[in-house]
């Protein structure tokens, strides 16, 4: 006999009832409406939190990156004293910029899982406004690969410099050249651990079995566009693939990227990694320090972007080879920054040796 189940929904990494987060998890609701473990989600998998039974009641922790405080505040503590009322709960929050749990105690067991659960719905929602801080990448910056790009500069420039709109400005950093795996909004030291955790069980789970221990040798050749029009680019990039004509770094992305989202520590953008490297962008136009290109999120920081004519650029450089690159690591990247080598700073590293 099949069992019905109410639809789910993933919020930060959990899974709960679809009614009970469409709700809003008020107190007159029943308990069996809160997953309460992995059992309660047929296949799915459950990051369901704990309420513990404490001399005076109920008690529930919740760790929040400090910045997020101010969402569960609310102007003058409104959203704080409504969540209260309605829940029938005390919240303890950290002062600002103290990084620290908050505690939700109650008498009843429903309203502080109905407490907590609105927490996780408004931070879930204000979490995805906030901009990416970091991100998953394979470094393209190899000396000779850096020289090939800057003659593919030149030569576009050369070339096809009277194309409209078609200038210096659009071309990416070549010590900055890279491929994005996916973004991250990471905002304390905890989370970039958790992620760096992460990445290290990976690499035992599935990454030193489909790399066999050794570098990945790649191809970056041709150039591609990301919008319809080529007559109206905002994005060209570079194409890269395997040499050997495998499928295995599409797979460690594929694979990395799930996991991450699994998580709750990434958002699902695509239904695969798209393997690139962008080597031209508009946003480059409007501000130099836009390096991290935006085609991940799908998000422009800027309201107007002028496009550029890249027909003869795509027919001139269809198969330009810009060269090999042994992948040997993935990095946990900071957005809007640089190490010694130019390239960004890393907040932690997957090695494949």
Request: proline fraction near 4%; glycine fraction near 6%; include cysteine.
């Amino acid at each position: 006999m099949d069992v019905l189940r109410p639809p789910l929904i993933r919020i930060g990494g959990r899974v709960y009832r679809k009614s009970l987060v469409q709700e809003q998890a008020f107190p007159h609701e029943e308990e069996e409406d809160f997953c309460a473990g992995p059992g309660d989600c047929a296949d799915e998998p459950c990051g369901a939190f704990v309420v513990e039974e404490t001399e005076r009641g109920f008690q529930c922790r919740v760790e929040v990156p400090s910045p997020l405080y101010k969402y569960i505040i609310g102007k003058k503590g409104e959203t704080k004293k409504r969540l209260e009322a309605e829940t029938r709960t005390s919240i303890s929050i950290p002062k600002p910029g103290v990084e620290g749990e908050i505690v939700i105690t109650g008498q009843h067991r429903s309203g502080v899982t109905s407490a907590r659960t609105r927490i996780d719905v408004l931070l879930d929602s204000f979490r995805k406004k906030q901009p990416f801080t970091h991100f998953l990448s394979f470094a393209l910056n190899q000396p000779a690969v850096q020289q090939r790009f800057l003659q593919f500069k030149e030569e576009v420039l050369e070339k096809c410099s009277k194309d409209h709109g078609v200038s210096s400005s659009l071309f990416q950093n070549p010590a900055k050249l890279h491929l994005t795996l996916g973004t991250l909004v990471l905002l304390n030291e905890q989370e970039i651990q958790k992620a760096c955790d992460l990445l290290q069980r990976c690499k035992e789970d599935f990454v030193d079995q489909v790399t066999g221990g050794q570098p990945l040798t790649v191809e970056v050749a041709g150039v591609e566009y990301m919008n319809d029009d080529p007559a109206m680019t905002d994005v060209l990039y570079a194409k890269v693939r395997m040499k050997d004509g495998s499928d295995r770094l599409q797979m460690v992305a594929d694979q990395l990227v799930e996991r991450f989202v699994a998580s709750g520590l990434m958002r699902k953008e695509w239904d695969r990694v798209k393997l690139h490297a962008t080597v031209m962008n508009t946003l480059f136009r409007k501000d130099p320090t836009e390096e991290q290109n935006s085609t991940m999120t799908g998000k422009s920081s800027f309201k107007e972007r002028e496009s550029f004519n890249g027909q003869n650029i795509l027919k001139v450089f269809e198969n330009f080879h810009f060269g090999e690159v042994q992948l040997d690591s993935v990095r946990l990247s900071q957005r809007f920054s640089s190490d010694a080598s130019g390239y960004y700073a890393t907040s932690g590293q997957l090695c494949f040796s």
